[in-house]
């Protein structure tokens, strides 16, 4: 995609956020979705629109608000992360991280707000690029287009549904605002028209040329359309073994992929759009056509004592995960996940080799007291420390990696009874990224407890714990383990609707 998030300039954001298709004056040199879909340019440029949506970043900044909307809303209710000191300061974090959050919640309504504009311009590719003139698209070309809509319509849409236990289903562009208002969706319905979403993007190109990488892909569509058959298959019991069955399906045709031995470079921008990567939201120094696809992610993730501003931490709870097998690694070491994602005091990285950016941890993290140890997460730093200084960066983020494809693929397997097909996946990822052995039992309850345990040490950071703690019916049961005495399953498992949407809403209460 570094090509197609190039073209996104300034005059073609605001086209999109001012264009009022029923103002009854119209200013003829003025752009609108009347006259803006002219040709395969516009197309490409109204498809890039539609992608950086997901940056969660307004045209007028390219510093913060990416970290600041989505890691508090997605991360913040996990069990493995807690607030650094400076997130403390922020009173709309402390309430998600405190489960003391109401529907006014400046966060999630942002997270809401943006994902829906998403699909808002998805809608527009779809309808509008289908409407261009023969002459002036190849028609190769507009069906990828229109694909691409289908798969970012259905990506913004299972976000939300994910964190919203009912949202409104937007399955068209809206030119009349008496279509602004329309009642929550039933859940199954919103997962019915995802799912399709999702299908019509399978004939997706399976990779493009260097200029386009980054754009979503054959196996990133059949990889969603696997999770959000896996998600819905514990959602309706009755129906549990044949979404089972079809998420298997699309996960099997997730192809071409393997996973990456260095863990750790997939998220310090060292090794972006790697053989892993299934689909990664790409980042870029370059400012060129008004493009902005930097950030200051790197000082958002990074604890204080490395020069970050303190916000995210991991917790006790997943130190003690990666330890648990003890130090069987082949390296003599715990799990390899440990090292490739959290800096703390061992002697590891103490060891005389400069492994904290040339420094010892003990180098870093000291006061007048001594050395101290305070965990911190290594994941989605720069790969050295003049980078850690620098005001911007530009990491690419992994959304979708094979390994979770794999681990989705176990854990379909051995619902349906497969286990013994569904634990060579899971020693594979052991393998590669944990320099670990195989894993000990064979039953059917003790590969759900490993599944649990390698997404849970796989993914931090990537804010899949949440949902893969309500999928399983342990949200409970976590947060009471994690201290988080405030949950309440039946207030907290999803978001309110954001008062954002009461308020401009008349069809919602």
Known sequence: MKRIIYIVSICIASMFYACDDYLTVESPDQLTSGNF??????????????????????????????????????????????????????????????????????????????YYQGISFANQVIEKTAEISDDNIDATVRNQIVAEGHFLRAWYHMQLLLNWKQIVMRDKYITNPDELSKPLADRSTTWDFIIEDFKKATSLPTSYDSDNTGRATCGAAYAYLGFAYLTRAYEEADQKQSYLNSALEALNNVKGYELVKEFRTMFDGSCKNNPESVFELQFSMSSDNGAIYRSQFHQWMGASEVGGWD?????????????????????????????????????????????????EYDEWFVNDEGAYNRPIFRKFLPPTADEMWQSYTAINIPLMRYANVMLMKAEALNELGQTPQAIPLINEIREVHGDMPAMTGSTQEEVRAQIEHERMIEFPLENYRWYDLRRWGKLSTAMQAAGRNNFKESEHSFYPTPLTEINANDQIQ
């Open 37 to 114: 879909w002219r040709n395969q340019n516009d197309a490409e440029a109204g498809l890039a629109a539609a992608y950086s949506q997901m940056y969660l970043m307004t045209y007028r900044t390219d510093r913060w608000s990416f970290p600041e909307i989505k890691w508090p809303v997605e991360a913040y209710r996990e069990d493995i992360i807690s607030m650094g000191n400076d997130a403390m300061n922020y009173p709309n974090w402390v309430e998600l991280g405190n489960y003391t959050y109401t529907n006014g919640n400046s966060q999630f309504n942002q997270y809401w707000d943006w």
């Open 311 to 359: 916000e995210i931490l991991p917790t006790q709870i997943l130190m003690d995960e990666y330890m648990k097998e003890g130090a069987i690694a082949t390296t003599g070491r715990y799990d390899t996940r440990l090292y490739e994602t959290i800096w703390f005091q061992c002697d590891y990285f103490n060891d005389g080799n400069g492994r904290v950016w040339g420094w």
